[in-house]
């Protein structure tokens, strides 16, 4: 069974050196999944299988690209990134990966959290140029915020745990109540949780009716001077807006992990930069340096979509996509999108 593994980084490398796969015929390539992506003919006809990750866009043309695709195994949660209904209307399979960052993003999200509260980033910044300001420097206890947090499934729960042994009072926000921890959340509606919570984090899966979730309305309703966090997608945040509620003071700072249109925003190959552009719709080129311009803000955190990235999880991802290709030949439906 031939197996194309594509998006695959160094920190993989050393998951496949320890546990060999003979039940596949696995090629790895570095480089994402696209429309550009050349396939050689034996790879087109033989390859029943492929992996990718988020940097991958599968299209109907990446999908014309293959012959005989039985299934696509994506080493995430979300899925936006496929064709999902292009994938039902061929009957290829798409499987994904359930949960696997509930630890390093809850640990993430809280650390980015800390830092983002008492401006740690800006004071070491300062040392390094040896331009220490103190003032600038005083931040606020954890204890005495309320955190809101949109979405409750694996990652936000464990958000709203970690968060009570901090001490902070935690406001929640879902369609369905997480009867796990609802002895220490209080679950509001959405816009009270904007309202009335000092840090705002996100941990829902990005769908077209999530598309800009907290934009310019939704950033004037909250509080003078609060905080967000998004370690989930990012789509759900309307960066023109949210730079303008931090010129303007409103919001005071924010630490984003993802951002919109990641796969050109983040893009760290020797791509022509007017190729790039012109490749890019108007929204993603004015995202690409509004993100620029925000990264340059003492008050804002921006790191290149790695609250996932520890080789914990990463090993669980491998693990996991690997059971899945098994159970999916076997004909089981485990963590089956369609």
């Not at 609802?182 to 941990?203: G, M, P, Q, R």
């Amino acid at each position: 069974m031939n197996l194309l593994f594509f998006d695959y980084r160094e920190a993989e490398h050393e998951y496949f050196k320890k546990n060999p796969n003979n039940d596949f015929n696995i090629k790895f390539t570095k480089s994402p999944l696209n429309d550009e992506t050349e396939i050689s003919e034996y790879d087109s006809k033989e390859t029943c299988i492929i992996s990718i990750f988020m940097t991958s866009k599968i299209t109907s043309t990446v999908l014309d690209k293959f012959k005989n695709l039985r299934a696509i195994a994506t080493r995430s949660t979300g899925y936006d990134h496929i064709d999902i209904a292009e994938c039902a209307r061929r009957n290829i399979r798409v499987l994904n990966v359930e949960q696997y960052g509930k630890t390093s993003v809850t640990e993430y999200t809280l650390g980015i959290m800390i830092a983002l509260v008492r401006n740690i980033i800006p004071a070491v910044r300062d040392l390094q140029r040896q331009n220490i300001d103190i003032k600038k420097y005083t931040g606020r206890d954890i204890n005495k915020l309320t955190l809101g947090v949109i979405g409750t499934g694996a990652i936000g729960s464990s958000v709203c745990q970690g968060a009570k042994v901090l001490g902070m009072k935690i406001l929640a926000n879902d369609k369905q109540k997480n009867l796990e921890i609802a002895n220490i959340v209080e679950y509001v509606d959405f816009e009270t949780i904007l309202k009335e919570s000092d840090i705002i984090s996100l941990h829902i899966p990005y769908t077209q009716e999530a598309y800009h979730l907290i934009s310019e309305y939704e950033l004037s309703i909250m509080k003078n001077g609060s905080y967000i966090i998004n370690t989930a997608r990012g789509e759900l945040i309307d960066t023109i807006a949210l730079y303008n509620a931090i010129q303007t003071g409103k919001i005071k700072g924010c630490a984003l992990d993802v951002l919109e249109c990641e796969n050109i925003v983040l893009n760290n190959t020797n791509e022509n930069i007017l190729h790039k552009l012109n490749k890019s719709n108007k929204n993603c080129i004015e995202n690409a340096f509004i993100i620029e311009k925000l990264s340059e803000l003492d008050n804002v955190i921006i790191t290149p979509h790695i609250a996932y990235n520890t080789t914990d999880a990463i090993n669980t991802i491998l693990e996991t996509t690997i059971c899945n290709i098994r159970d999916y030949l076997k004909g089981d439906n485990n963590n089956r999108i369609v």
